[in-house]
């Protein structure tokens, strides 16, 4: 049986790993992926000792980050499809994804450097159920059409979040380009006003 002692040790160690990861994604937002170990130390106010012991090489730390990611997007996913429209709410996921790759490029990228490697499985297969919860629910309002696929919508979202990365990448080019994957997305489109009044010129 656990003593009270060794639940509060437990607990401790609990509350260092998660002020870590805080620290250790914030380090890599602000600092790039040459940030060191000392910063996150500092930031999260624990020993580098500390780190060494909840995560013993860099690539532990990286893989601990993406599963954390993973974790808060299937949580929001989740809380979507509890909650949102239907009609809507695969939409609003997949924009905020890509508002928070905006605020976390510097991660990102790093994580896409390295993603290979990361044995991450289990997160990736538990947001994609997400996901393909929001989109079933949208295809059966008639909201998305009925041929488009869970990971056609997961590699559209990957491929998003890594473009924010890009230098040329701004607001105007977000909502631009998020707006054509939603247009490809919707069952029977409007045209673009451009388009309609070009049909109406040739009658």
């Known amino acids: 049986m656990s003593t009270p002692k060794n639940k ?6 609990r509350r260092n790993r998660a002020r870590i990861l805080a620290a250790a994604e914030g380090v890599f937002a602000d600092n790039g992926p040459s940030a060191s170990t000392e910063q996150i130390a500092v930031r999260a106010g624990v020993a580098i000792g500390t780190i060494f012991r909840h995560f013993p090489t860099k690539q532990a730390l990286l893989q601990a980050i993406m599963k954390d990611l993973l974790r808060q997007l299937t949580d929001q996913a989740d809380a979507l499809a509890a909650n949102g429209d239907p009609a809507t709410a695969l939409f609003t996921f997949f924009t905020q994804t890509v508002e928070q790759a905006v605020r976390k490029k510097s991660v990102i ?8 490697d990361l044995q991450i499985t289990e997160a990736v297969q538990l947001l994609d159920h997400s996901v393909h919860t929001l989109l ?4 059966d309002v008639g909201a998305i059409t ?9 590699t559209l979202l990957a491929a998003m979040c890594q473009a924010t990365t890009l230098p040329s990448w701004n607001p105007d080019l977000q909502h631009r380009t998020l707006a054509v994957i939603f247009h490809g997305l919707t069952p029977n489109p409007p045209n673009p ?8 010129a040739e009658h």
């Open 146 to 154: 009925p041929t488009t696929r869970t990971d056609e919508v997961t």
């Open 136 to 139: 079933t629910r949208a295809q």
């Open 8 to 13: 509060g040790v437990r607990a401790d160690g």
């Open 193 to 200: 006003p451009n388009q309609a009044n070009d049909k109406q």
């Open 109 to 116: 990228d790093l994580l896409a450097r390295t993603g290979i």
